[in-house]
């Protein structure tokens, strides 16, 4: 099972692009690498989600080197609404059990 | 579509109590799964299931037992509560019945105290 690494938190300010990096070093070949959202007393929401390179969509990109043993979520203009945890999420390869790190908890301030 | 429908939201339990946290969907996904989520421990996976009558354990799955005899349905008991089980717990389910490619939708969480 991969376990990730994300750092506990982040600061940032309103209108900044945000780059959060995990660190996946055990990443199985057949291992997506995938990030949710979560606010205060809500289940997490998905992202996006990531083979290898780049993949965008209309809220983040998600950059993954060639070696996929990390992976950066970017948020591109921050707002106030955007501070929430972040979970990296890899796996689960053939067993089917996804395993969530400890997450990021990103505070943007005005 | 309701998504994922956890109940109840908030309950209290005296410690050997026991009770069943209910889950449903209405998406018709084969995977199914519980986690709990406590302070500074991100969220740990309990029991997962990838369709009707099949289920497996997770990271924590100790004082707690899943049955999966509907595809709509993923209940989660606990037949003797303790103080150690006080969190929150979130149901999610999955339309692939290989989740890591496929996005996971979560219920709003069921929040639990034993006292």
């Known amino acids: 099972l991969a376990k990730t690494t994300q750092p506990i938190s982040m600061d940032s300010y309103e209108g900044q692009e945000v780059n959060i990096t995990c660190s996946h070093n055990n990443i199985a070949t057949n291992d997506y690498i995938t990030w949710y959202q979560q606010f205060p007393s809500q289940g997490p929401r998905f992202i996006i989600q990531g083979y290898k390179t780049k993949v965008t969509n209309e809220v983040a990109s998600l950059f993954i080197p060639a070696d996929r043993k990390s992976s950066t979520l970017s948020l591109p203009r921050v707002s106030l609404s955007d501070t929430a945890v972040y979970y990296c999420l890899v796996g689960g390869g053939a067993t089917n059990k996804l395993i969530f790190g400890t997450g990021t908890l990103l505070a943007v301030q005005p | 579509n309701a998504g994922v429908t956890q109940t109840p939201k908030f309950q209290v339990l005296k410690t050997g109590q026991s009770m069943t946290l209910q889950c449903a969907q209405d998406?018709?996904?084969?995977?199914m799964s519980w986690y709990r989520q406590d302070p500074g421990m991100g969220l740990r996976l309990i029991h997962y299931?990838?369709?009707?009558?099949?289920?497996d354990q997770g990271e924590v799955p100790n004082g707690y037992n899943v049955s999966r005899s509907t595809t709509e349905d993923f209940p989660l008991r606990l037949l003797s509560a303790a103080p150690s089980q006080t969190s929150v717990y979130f149901c999610a389910s999955s339309y692939s019945k290989q989740p890591n490619t496929g996005e996971l939708f979560f219920g709003e969480g069921s929040r639990l105290t034993v006292l």
């Open positions: 998406m018709n996904h084969e995977y």
């Open positions: 299931s990838v369709g009707a009558g099949i289920t």
